[in-house]
């Protein structure tokens, strides 16, 4: 009886092998790509804080004279441009994380712990449901003036843009549960 012969193993060219390493290698550090767009965000940061301070300071200077209503519009505005604050520290400190290196939060007792937890998800929800606050502002402030300035073409774009944003995290909300398995009353 002839003997059975084995199959030859299969042995990678060395060659192919380096240059699919050295590329996927490039393609792994191109992530660092990323770093100077979240160092512009903190720039942007440092701008809306800017502006922050010279609503709060034009804010200050007209509470005496002004109405009830001129002083919750003038909260209002600061509240909007905390929440873009927030928005922008979620894009960098979750892009960062996700898309370029991990943060270190040793040593650092009080750093919040949701910087280093959220997901590309959490991030996506995140920011829908800042956008969301946002424009809720943006009309509740166009409400707020009512009286003094009143476009129903300008009011019902503000409502109709809320509601598509509204809509739009719901359902990622939804997309999200179905796709990580958590329905039917699991």
Not at 27 to 42: D, E, I, K, T
């Amino acid at each position: 009886m002839a003997e059975a012969e084995e199959p030859a193993t299969y042995r990678p060219n060395p060659t192919l092998k380096r240059v699919e390493r050295s590329f996927e290698s490039l393609l792994f550090n191109s992530r660092w790509l990323m770093a100077p767009f979240y160092f512009g965000l903190v720039i942007s940061l440092a701008a809306l804080l800017l502006k922050f301070c010279m609503e709060l300071w034009h804010f200050i200077l007209h509470v005496p004279d002004a109405k009830e209503s001129d002083i919750i519009l003038g909260v209002l505005a600061l509240i909007d441009i905390s929440l873009t604050g927030n928005l922008i520290l979620i894009v960098v400190f979750s892009g960062y994380e996700n898309f370029v290196s991990k943060i270190d939060p040793e040593g650092h007792p009080d750093w919040p712990d949701w910087m280093t937890k959220v997901d590309f998800g959490g991030l996506k929800q995140k920011l829908l449901a800042s956008i969301v606050a946002i424009s809720a502002i943006q009309v509740l402030k166009a409400f707020m003036n009512i009286d003094t300035v009143f476009d129903p073409s300008k009011l019902a774009w503000l409502v109709g843009v809320h509601l598509v944003f509204v809509v739009s995290a719901f359902m990622l909300a939804i997309s999200d549960r179905w796709g990580s398995g958590h329905h039917g009353g699991e």
